[in-house]
């Protein structure tokens, strides 16, 4: 069979991903043990104070794996920064939920990588992909502004749904935003320890 021309380029184009995407990679959940869960026990979390810096790169190109630290297609287009800050808040208050102390205290978040998947990968993979999202974050007295933990580097890897799975995970509900959100939710309850320890790592292709 003749393949034309276009045909082939894009092929040539794909093929370094693909090579790549076979070979697979693997990755994490963790966090540092920085957390006391006797004393935070006494914590409640009055504020969720997440930033995402504008020094971090967005990218809309819908390629396979944009070079960039913010790629985001599970909100209309706008202003990434706010939907990931969005997104990060909503998981780490509902994360930090069960802490229902009398100390007052303020959960601080720094995002430095969210790349989740284009819509080119989300369609044309399957059995591939990877949310890849880390953030620092930290504990203080909300008074005083006091220090109760040092800053823990998080990373928040999730397994990222393609092809056929991602149609069937869009119809039962499972969007990205939903499943990136109930897994911040996860960690931020695991480093906080009121919740279930998810650390671990996986192997997958993806970014």
């Given at each position: 069979?003749?393949?034309p021309?276009r045909?082939r380029?894009?092929?040539?184009i794909?093929?370094?991903f693909?090579?790549?995407a076979?070979?697979?990679?693997e990755w994490?959940?963790?966090?540092?043990?920085?957390?006391?869960?006797?004393?935070?026990r006494n914590?409640?979390?009055v504020e969720v104070d997440?930033?995402?810096?504008?020094t971090?790169t967005?990218?809309?190109?819908?390629?396979?794996?944009p070079d960039?630290?913010?790629?985001?297609?599970?909100d209309?287009p706008?202003?990434r920064y706010?939907?990931?800050?969005?997104?990060v808040t909503?998981g780490?208050?509902r994360g930090a939920?069960?802490?229902k102390?009398?100390?007052?205290?303020?959960?601080?978040?720094?995002v430095?990588?969210?790349?989740?998947?284009?819509e080119k990968?989300?369609r044309t993979l399957?059995n591939?992909?990877?949310h890849?999202?880390?953030?620092?974050?930290q504990?203080v007295?909300?008074r005083?502004?006091?220090?109760?933990?040092?800053?823990?580097h998080?990373?928040?890897?999730?397994?990222?749904y393609?092809?056929?799975?991602a149609?069937?995970?869009?119809r039962?509900?499972?969007?990205?935003k939903?499943r990136?959100?109930?897994?911040?939710a996860?960690?931020i309850?695991?480093w906080l320890g009121?919740?279930?320890d998810?650390?671990?790592?996986?192997?997958?292709?993806g970014?």
């Amino acid at each position: 069979m003749i393949v034309p021309a276009r045909r082939r380029l894009l092929m040539l184009i794909a093929l370094p991903f693909l090579l790549a995407a076979c070979a697979g990679g693997e990755w994490e959940t963790n966090y540092g043990d920085v957390v006391d869960p006797q004393e935070a026990r006494n914590w409640r979390v009055v504020e969720v104070d997440v930033q995402v810096p504008e020094t971090l790169t967005v990218s809309e190109a819908n390629t396979y794996a944009p070079d960039a630290d913010i790629v985001w297609r599970g909100d209309p287009p706008g202003n990434r920064y706010a939907q990931v800050d969005a997104i990060v808040t909503t998981g780490l208050r509902r994360g930090a939920a069960g802490l229902k102390g009398r100390r007052p205290v303020r959960l601080i978040a720094t995002v430095t990588e969210f790349h989740a998947l284009t819509e080119k990968t989300r369609r044309t993979l399957g059995n591939a992909g990877v949310h890849n999202i880390s953030f620092t974050a930290q504990v203080v007295d909300a008074r005083t502004g006091k220090p109760l933990t040092p800053p823990d580097h998080i990373k928040a890897d999730l397994v990222a749904y393609s092809g056929a799975r991602a149609i069937e995970a869009e119809r039962e509900g499972l969007t990205q935003k939903v499943r990136i959100t109930n897994h911040l939710a996860r960690v931020i309850a695991g480093w906080l320890g009121t919740g279930p320890d998810v650390r671990g790592t996986f192997r997958r292709s993806g970014r």
